[in-house]
């Protein structure tokens, strides 16, 4: 982040952790998400199309946990913002293995609940 981004961040912080989140949103991250990515697919290719346009710092594709198959979707950090703005210019809607990629900034992973809550189970007793 540049200095006055940080700045305006750590005040607004101060005041309203909302506003900070706004801010933050605003200012572009350096990590990307790739979408429709082929099954053939792999890190170096995906690390070398994006080379182009700058350092890349990152690469992981998203496997299925019990096959270990390609989800078809991906995440490359760039070395610098302005990096990674240009390769969402360049390689979104731009082919690699066949397919026509869909890149943007990647969003911030939700936080997800815990499991669920077990059942009552057993004879409910009346009052």
Request: cysteine-free; overall charge positive; proline content about 0%.
């Given at each position: 982040?540049?200095?006055?981004?940080?700045?305006?961040?750590?005040?607004?912080?101060?005041?309203?952790?909302?506003?900070?989140?706004?801010?933050?949103?605003?200012?572009?991250?350096?990590?990307?998400?790739?979408?429709n990515l082929s099954f053939?697919?792999?890190?170096?290719?995906?690390?070398?199309?994006?080379?182009?346009?700058?350092?890349?710092?990152d690469v992981h594709l998203?496997?299925?946990?019990?096959?270990?198959?390609?989800?078809?979707?991906?995440?490359?950090?760039?070395?610098?913002?302005?990096?990674?703005?240009?390769?969402?210019?360049?390689?979104?809607?731009?082919?690699?293995?066949?397919?026509?990629?869909?890149?943007?900034?990647?969003?911030?992973?939700?936080?997800?609940?815990?499991?669920?809550?077990?059942?009552?189970?057993?004879?409910?007793?009346?009052?």
């Open positions: 982040m540049h200095d006055d981004a940080l700045s305006i961040l750590g005040s607004a912080k101060l005041r309203n952790g909302n506003d900070a989140k706004k801010i933050e949103n605003n200012i572009m991250g350096n990590r990307l998400y790739v979408g053939q697919s792999n890190a170096d290719s995906l690390r070398s199309a994006f080379a182009a346009y700058g350092s890349v710092t998203v496997t299925d946990r019990e096959s270990g198959q390609s989800r078809g979707f991906g995440f490359v950090t760039m070395g610098t913002n302005e990096e990674a703005a240009k390769a969402i210019a360049e390689m979104n809607g731009a082919t690699l293995d066949g397919r026509a990629l869909r890149v943007n900034e990647a969003e911030e992973r939700q936080a997800r609940g815990g499991g669920g809550g077990g059942g009552g189970g057993g004879k409910r007793q009346r009052w």
